[in-house]
């Protein structure tokens, strides 16, 4: 099949390159966010995909908006026969829809219809699940509710990060994908509405979102840390000023009140709802990350300090 492809971050770089590497297909054309500035020099910078794309050799689309007639212009030359799509980060109007013969193919990263919506894998992990999973689905007009091609599922590891499973699922997912694309070209693949038990949905964790609630168990504020590693990061304040936080570990300690501090040698625990936590590495304001014991010694934490 004609493939044109449409993708932003890294997580969707191992299924561009499956379908580029695909002897049963073709990718024309690649339709991705427009570059994006970032860095404190503020420098334009292209997404993952596109750069990948131009490695290609392949043409690149970036609209500002995915209904802009131009866009569509450019889009049907192209002549997809389907458009697999991987955390393309905007909205697809229906006069995009439209343009492929076989449609927008997505996949995603939850087992739909659990967590429809924009960080299912950060959701996953913050909700205490044991098991997600990826799945390839038909695009219509609702939030992804459409009809699933296929599964499969990855177990959620204690010590899991977001980064950590996102890489997994975007590994596992390129297969998935690839799988679904042939079966969709030989006509094997029949759709299944999903069932109408079981959504959840998964909207964005914002930096507010990611402020730790030391009032809340140590289980909780380990999944939130965790669900939040590496974006948008989790934090605390500290004397008034943020500290970003990486994934912590629980004790079995229950000494100190929550956000409280206690130094050792080599550790640094807070105190939450249940047990403490000890923290590993923290970022102060416009330095890099440092363990959580060379940061205290540097700051030289009093006796009924905080976090929060």
């Not at 047990?275 to 959580?292: D, F, I, N």
Request: proline content about 10%; charged content about 20%; hydrophobic content about 45%.
């Amino acid at each position: 099949m004609r493939l044109v492809f449409a993708g932003t971050p890294e997580a969707a770089v191992p299924s561009l390159r499956a379908l580029i590497d695909s002897p049963l297909h073709e990718v024309v054309g690649v339709v991705t966010r427009p570059a994006a500035r970032a860095g404190r020099g503020r420098r334009e910078v292209t997404s993952p995909v596109a750069a990948l794309a131009a490695e290609a050799g392949l043409p690149v689309l970036s609209p500002v908006k995915a209904g802009d007639p131009e866009f569509l212009a450019e889009l049907a030359a192209l002549r997809p026969d389907a458009c697999p799509v991987v955390a393309y980060g905007a909205l697809l109007p229906p006069s995009a829809l439209a343009v492929p013969r076989i449609g927008w193919v997505n996949l995603h990263f939850s087992l739909l219809p659990a967590w429809r919506g924009a960080a299912p894998v950060q959701h996953a992990i913050l909700h205490g699940d044991e098991v997600t999973g990826a799945s390839t689905f038909l695009i219509e007009a609702g939030l992804d509710t459409g009809p699933v091609f296929g599964v499969l599922t990855e177990p959620i590891r204690p010590t899991d990060t977001s980064g950590d499973l996102l890489a997994r699922l975007a590994e596992a997912g390129a297969g998935l994908l690839s799988a679904t694309m042939d079966g969709l070209a030989d006509g094997s693949l029949v759709a299944v509405p999903q069932p109408a038990e079981g959504v959840s949905i998964a909207g964005k964790i914002t930096v507010a979102d990611a402020e730790v609630p030391w009032g809340s168990p140590a289980r909780h504020v380990d999944r939130l840390v965790r669900a939040c590693t590496p974006a948008p990061g989790a934090w605390s304040t500290f004397r008034g000023e943020r500290l970003k936080l990486r994934p912590v570990r629980l004790r079995g300690a229950n000494e100190l009140a929550p956000g409280e501090l206690r130094t050792e040698k080599s550790s640094v625990s807070v105190g939450t709802a249940t047990v403490e936590v000890e923290l590993s590495t923290v970022q102060p304001p416009g330095k890099r990350p440092m363990p959580a014991a060379d940061w205290a010694r540097g700051v030289r934490i009093e006796a009924g300090e905080h976090l929060g």
